[in-house]
C-alpha cells in the first residue's frame, strides 16, 4: 500500500500515516518457533500480562489509567501463524489532535510498563492471577469442543500432523503443567529471543513512532521469519461419532505453492471460485443444487500450503457429498467456469482490499501478513486482475486431498 513506511533497528516497523481515523492503533508482535513444549504458556502469558503491572498490581489500578486516557483499549492475545507462535498487545488511542493532548506517548509508556514491568515477584507471576487465567483459558479450550465446527477442523488437522496439529491455546494437559514460574520463564524468553515487529496505523510520523517505541528497542532478537516447507502427506481418513444433528465434512488439500510467490495471490481467485465465495462452485452445486450441505466452502492458507474444505451434512449424504466436492474440483481443472464467474471472483478479491484502507485493524493484518510478500497492495491487486483461465487450471491441477475428516450425528 503506499504511504507505508518499513524500516529496522532491532525491532522491525511497519507505519502507516494517515489522517482517516480518529484513533491511532499500535500492535506489537512477539513470533516463535511453534513448539508443543510452550504454546501453552505462551498462549496463557499475554492474559496474565494485559491484566495488571508492577506498577499497577491490580485489575483495577491498571484499568484506572486507561480510562483517563480516553478510554484507550489495551488488548492481548496469541495464535499460531504457519511455523510460528505469535504473542500480540494492540493498542487503541485517541488521535492526539482532536484532544489536544499527548496521549499517544502517554499510552505507550502504558503499554511499555506492560512488556517491561510485569506484575511478577521472586520469578513468578502473582499465583492468584495465573489461576484466575487458568480457570478462563480451560473454558477457552474447552468451548472448542462444543463448537463442533472448530472441533471438526481441530480434529483434521490433528490428521494432517506437524505445526498444524498443535492446537493454538495448548490443551488441557499441557495448560495443567502451567505454573507462575513456567510462565515468567517463557516471559523472559519472549523479551529477549522473539522477533519483534512493530506496526502503527494513525497520525503519526516515523520520527514520532521512533521516538516512542525507542525503550522497547532492547527487546528480542532479529529472528528471520519462519515458513512451512511444502509437504505432502499420504492421504488418511478418520470418521468418529457424536451425538449431534448436522455432521462436519472437513476435507484438507496440498499443494506445493510459495507463499513468497505471485502464484500464492493467484490461488486466492482460485480458491473465490471453488469455495470462497456465494457465486462458488461448492456453494451453487453443493448447497444449492443438490441441497447436500447447510453450508458448504472454503479457505485458503498459504502459510501452511492447503487448501481447507468445510461441510456441514446430513450423515447420510456424506459419500455423495464428497463425489460432488470432487466434480467441482475437476471441473476446476478442466476450465470448466465462466469467464463472468472469474471476473466476478477477481473483483470481489480487489474489492476486499480496496476496503482495507476502512479499518486500522484490516491494514494491521495485511501489513504482517505482507512482510512474508515481497508486493505492494497495487502490485497484489495487478495479480490479482492479470489472472487467467490458464493459471487458475494450472493451481487447481496442484490441489490433491491429503485428508478427509468426518464428524457424524447419531451413534456408530
Avoid at 510485569?118 to 487458568?134: C, M, S, T
Avoid at 481441530?154 to 502451567?178: C, K, N, W, Y
Avoid at 525503550?215 to 529472528?223: D, V
Wanted: charged share 25%; aromatic share 8%.
Amino acid at each position: 500500500m503506499k504511504g507505508i513506511v518499513q524500516f529496522q533497528h532491532q525491532l522491525h516497523y511497519s507505519v502507516y500515516p494517515t489522517k482517516k481515523f480518529k484513533t491511532t492503533t499500535c500492535l506489537v508482535s512477539f513470533a516463535a518457533p511453534l513448539s508443543a513444549e510452550t504454546v501453552a504458556d505462551r498462549a496463557l502469558l499475554p492474559f496474565i500480562m494485559e491484566k495488571s503491572t508492577a506498577t499497577y498490581p491490580s485489575i483495577e489500578l491498571f484499568h484506572t489509567p486507561l480510562e483517563e486516557l480516553y478510554d484507550t483499549n489495551l488488548y492481548a492475545g496469541a495464535s499460531k501463524i504457519g511455523k510460528e507462535h505469535v504473542i500480540q498487545f494492540q493498542l487503541e488511542v485517541v488521535n492526539d489532535h482532536l484532544v489536544g493532548e499527548d496521549v499517544l506517548n502517554q499510552a505507550i509508556e502504558l503499554l511499555e510498563d506492560v512488556l517491561l514491568r510485569p506484575n511478577a515477584y521472586d520469578g513468578a507471576f502473582q499465583p492468584l492471577i495465573v489461576e484466575q487465567e487458568r480457570r478462563l483459558q480451560r473454558q477457552r479450550i474447552e468451548s472448542v469442543y462444543d463448537d463442533k465446527m472448530r472441533f471438526a477442523q481441530q480434529r483434521l488437522q490433528e490428521m494432517l500432523g506437524g505445526e498444524l496439529a498443535i492446537p493454538s491455546l495448548g490443551t488441557l494437559e499441557q495448560l495443567d503443567h502451567v505454573t507462575p514460574k513456567s510462565l515468567y520463564e517463557t516471559y523472559q524468553s519472549m523479551i529477549q529471543h522473539d522477533r519483534v515487529d512493530i506496526y502503527v496505523v494513525g497520525d503519526v510520523n516515523r520520527e514520532q513512532v521512533e521516538q516512542a517505541f525507542n525503550p522497547l528497542e532492547s527487546l528480542g532478537t532479529r529472528r528471520p521469519r519462519l515458513l512451512p516447507e511444502a509437504s505432502r502427506g499420504e492421504f488418511k481418513r478418520l470418521e468418529e461419532h457424536q451425538d449431534i444433528k448436522q455432521s462436519k465434512l472437513h476435507l484438507a488439500y496440498s499443494l506445493n505453492v510459495d507463499p513468497r510467490t505471485e502464484a500464492a495471490i493467484r490461488m486466492q481467485v482460485v480458491n473465490g471460485l471453488f469455495g470462497g465465495f456465494p457465486h462458488s462452485k461448492l456453494f451453487m452445486n453443493v448447497r444449492e443444487k443438490e441441497s447436500l450441505a447447510y453450508y458448504a466452502a472454503s479457505q485458503y492458507s498459504s502459510l501452511n500450503r492447503k487448501l481447507f474444505v468445510y461441510a456441514g451434512i446430513d450423515a447420510s449424504n456424506q459419500q455423495k457429498t464428497e463425489q460432488i466436492i470432487e466434480e467441482q474440483l475437476n471441473a476446476l481443472q478442466a476450465g470448466e467456469f465462466e469467464d463472468e464467474t472469474l471476473q466476478q471472483t477477481k473483483e470481489l478479491l480487489l474489492h476486499q482490499r480496496r476496503q482495507l484502507g476502512d479499518s486500522p485493524r484490516q491494514l494491521i493484518a495485511w501489513m504482517s501478513g505482507a512482510d512474508v510478500r515481497p508486493f505492494s497492495l497495487d502490485e497484489e491487486m495487478a495479480i490479482i486482475e492479470d489472472t487467467t483461465r490458464d493459471h487458475v487450471v494450472a493451481l487447481a491441477k496442484e490441489m490433491e486431498l491429503e485428508a478427509v475428516y468426518c464428524l457424524k450425528g447419531g451413534k456408530a
